[in-house]
């Protein structure tokens, strides 16, 4: 499972929603969008491992490098 945290006062939800649909089309994988009052956060977990934080990056993240790590991971290579 992928969730994405995202920050709902930063109005990050159609960066997160776009993700989704980027995830969910690549991999088939069912995304949980997760509203947060955590300021400025964007975070992407997969199986309940952290494999993106915007706080930690400083940007969000390019969608193509989120997709391609969680095919990956799905494969079982890291």
């Given amino acids: 499972m ?7 006062t930063c109005n990050y939800r159609p960066m997160a929603a776009s993700l989704a649909m980027a995830i969910k089309s690549a991999t ?10 955590d300021i400025g956060a964007f975070e992407v977990t997969f199986n309940g491992e952290s494999i993106y934080s915007k706080k930690a990056a400083g940007h969000f993240p390019d969608h193509n490098k ?6 990956r ?4 290579s890291r």
């Fill in 2 to 8: 992928v969730s994405i945290k995202y920050c709902g």
């Fill in 73 to 76: 991971r799905q494969d079982g």
């Fill in 66 to 71: 989120i997709v391609d790590d969680i095919k």
């Fill in 28 to 37: 088939g994988l069912t995304v949980q969008l997760i509203h947060s009052g």
